[in-house]
């Protein structure tokens, strides 16, 4: 068993979970995955590693709510335990000194940033970052990237924070003003990768986009998680996650992400209703 060792709520629907496991904290490395599962019976999902503490022996992961398990996960308090936790998975970011290397992480891929960007810093470069979210109370860790970034650029969709504006849009300003871009890696929703992959292409910008799709196994033995880039068929759980941005194949990917919308609402809602029926006592 796995116990939440540190619990911190960033907005209602985004909190944070600091898990003791020191096999995963001694192995992991920026830009790999876990996969979770809250007990027997329950569904398999994979989160990208937010940070590691090899000494304390823990791993941090930042978690939205969008589905039945990530609201199931919600409800568990620090120092409750869970069922299973895999990993490292996934091939890590690949990080060597190239010069001036662009981060750009939106939503909930702001956290897996970070590591990339402390590791991408580390090794010498010059760093720009840019991260976005919907609004002021939506933000978390400014400070951290802060610390490792030359140029930390915040944006926040209604203006309340930072610019307003989105990510790529602030990215377009970064790519028209710098002279040199030697390398940009993206983490968040797929609609927001692609236009990254599309603001460097004329530059023909080396981009890189941790692929978030549909896992069941982590281990590329299901295939759920296929992913098209140049014409080849790839599995984001073992070739990547990361790929390259300007070969992937968005307009597919975007309707494998959505392939079982309506399964996920209907386990959504179910789970609600049996909530609901266990406070007035119904069900045990």
Not at 28 to 36: C, D, I, K, L
Not at 86 to 100: A, D, F, M, N, Q
Request: aromatic share 8%; net charge neutral; proline share 5%.
């Amino acid at each position: 068993m796995f116990p939440i060792v540190h619990k911190e709520v960033f907005a209602p629907t985004t909190f944070l979970w600091e898990v003791r496991a020191p096999d995963v904290a001694r192995a992991a490395r920026p830009g790999q995955f876990v996969m979770v599962r809250l007990h027997e019976g329950g569904e398999r999902i994979p989160l990208t590693v937010a940070d590691f503490d090899r000494t304390g022996g823990t791993v941090t992961m930042v978690v939205k709510v969008v589905g039945k398990t990530t609201e199931e996960m919600s409800t568990y308090a620090e120092g409750r335990e869970f069922l299973d936790f895999i990993g490292p998975l996934g091939s890590p970011t690949h990080v060597e000194k190239r010069g001036h290397v662009v981060l750009v992480g939106g939503g909930l891929g702001v956290a897996p940033v970070y590591p990339v960007l402390r590791a991408f810093k580390e090794a010498g470069n010059r760093t720009t970052t840019v991260i976005g979210f919907r609004n002021t109370q939506e933000i978390f860790w400014k400070d951290r990237f802060q610390e490792f970034s030359d140029r930390l650029i915040l944006m926040t969709e209604d203006g309340s924070a930072g610019e307003k504006g989105t990510t790529v849009d602030a990215l377009r300003r970064v790519v028209a003003g710098e002279a040199v871009i030697d390398e940009v890696f993206t983490v968040g929703p797929l609609g927001m990768m692609e236009a990254v992959a599309e603001a460097t292409r004329p530059k023909k910008i080396p981009t890189f986009a941790s692929m978030n799709s549909i896992m069941v196994d982590g281990i590329g033995m299901c295939g759920s998680c296929r992913v098209t880039v140049d014409g080849r068929v790839l599995f984001a759980c073992v070739d990547g996650p990361d790929m390259d941005a300007h070969k992937v194949d968005f307009k597919e990917m975007k309707i494998r992400q959505n392939r079982f919308r309506t399964e996920e609402h209907a386990s959504l809602e179910k789970y609600r209703s049996e909530c609901r029926l266990k406070k007035k006592g119904v069900l045990a």
